[in-house]
Nanobody
Framework: QVHLVESGGGLVQAGGSLRLSCAASGHMFSSYAMGWFRQAPGKERELVARISWSGDSTDYADSVKGRFTISRDNAENTAYLQMNNLKPEDTAVYYC???????????????WGQGTQVTVSS
């Protein structure tokens, strides 16, 4: 079992930056691929970024490539999402997830945090 807690969300102006953190409890954290998802009002949840268990492999949605960076510190049981040059369309609730699985064309996770709100004003 893995318990996830996100932090770092908030209100920022367009062009600004935020760093989200996902603190995990449980000794299996370092074994799991991690992902950051987001869901805006009236929209489906989307995978923003994912990272392998070792941190050697990352992947990003086209909409955030070059602006967002996912990373992890397995010694600290924490994953991060550095978000730069934020845009109003990045406004959403951001969730971290552990133990990613692919079902069809979609990724999901077995463990989820409660989410943190990111609001980008224009």
């Amino acid at each position: 079992q893995v318990h996830l807690v996100e932090s770092g969300g908030g209100l920022v102006q367009a062009g600004g930056s935020l760093r989200l953190s996902c603190a995990a409890s449980g000794h299996m954290f370092s074994s799991y691929a991690m992902g950051w998802f987001r869901q805006a009002p009236g929209k489906e949840r989307e995978l923003v970024a994912r990272i392998s268990w070792s941190g050697d492999s990352t992947d990003y949605a086209d909409s955030v490539k070059g602006r967002f960076t996912i990373s992890r510190d397995n010694a600290e049981n924490t994953a991060y999402l550095q978000m730069n040059n934020l845009k109003p369309e990045d406004t959403a609730v951001y969730y971290c997830a552990a133990r990613l699985r692919k079902i069809g064309l979609q990724f999901t996770g077995d463990y989820w945090g409660q989410g943190t709100q990111v609001t980008v004003s224009s």
